[in-house]
């Protein structure tokens, strides 16, 4: 089997088993007909909830107690945007990179403007990031391209002083701004012994199948480092306890992250197996969108532009918020 590399320009979504063709779909994905699949069900019921959750909302830009908790508000559906960051200088370089916080190349903050192009007319009322500068990075360029130009806030939570330190005494000021949650648990797979060395050079040493199966493989770890499968107990622990009751609330969600954390929720969402994981590639700078309706996840594909249709003909709700958007940038202009 061919090492997959870090930069691929597909997205390969083993699991849309819908779709069955294998072409560019009207959402942008390229759908790999040629692998075949076992209804062998995910062992994803290994994963346990972390309890020690943290919770955010837009009030805590503000110290005010009168704010209503918009995070109750009734919606039937949400957007969900999953972005792996854009290219960083270890991809560049072709190295193990894990929890190395390297930042984007040149190319990655073009990739991370590009992203936020394609998601400029989605909602986003908050966003989660890994620690990790690259996946911070992407998150703020993206948003700074958004239609509503919001601005996306990192709140701190390190110590009880950054929180209070970093408030924000404006309920005009809060309302323009959009929460950025960074949570360690949506950190890259640590690569252990691996991190810093070259994929190339390590494949060369260790042969291309020992290097694919610690790079792709369910739950077979690098060497000193996380396998998928202990990165998954992390990130989707973290997702359901954290990011889930947003959607749940009608929040739309962005997270930026990485290729492996990202993998394993996108092995949640997709409910893909232990072998169909394997076939899972992100591409850097590339937002997935998903609805989150009555408790399901529908996959609606990789948003392609501003003006793309395809988008929009998924839900009434998306076709609505871009109208607005339409309809408030003509009453600026006129
Ligand atoms: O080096 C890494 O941390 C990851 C993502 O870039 O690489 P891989 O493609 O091997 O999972």
Known sequence: MATATSHQS????????????????????????????????????KIKAITSSVSYDNTLLSPSKTIPDNSQKKSNEAALILIRHGESLWNEKNLFTGCVDVPLTEKGVEEAIEAGKRISNIPVDVIFTSSLIRAQMTAMLAMIQHRRKKVPIILHDESEQAKTWSQVFSDETKNQSIPVIPAWQLNERMYGELQGLNKQETAERYGKEQVHEWRRSYDIPPPKGESLEMCAERAVAYFQDNIEPKLAAGKNVMI??????????????????????????????????????????????SPVGPTEA??????????????????????LCA
């Open 10 to 45: 597909v997205v390969s979504f083993a699991s849309l088993r819908s779709s069955p063709s294998s072409t560019i779909s009207q959402c942008g994905f390229k759908i790999d007909s040629s692998l075949s699949f076992t209804s062998k069900k995910t062992n994803f019921c």
């Open 256 to 301: 930026a992250a990485h290729g492996n954390s990202l993998r394993s929720i996108i092995m949640y969402l997709d409910k893909l197996t232990c072998q169909e994981v394997i076939s899972l590639e992100l591409s850097t700078g590339i937002p997935l969108l998903y609805i989150f309706k009555e408790g399901k996840f529908m996959k609606r594909g």
């Open 310 to 331: 395809g988008v929009y003909a998924y839900t009434k709700r998306l076709a609505q918020y871009r109208q607005k958007l339409e309809d408030d940038s003509e009453v």
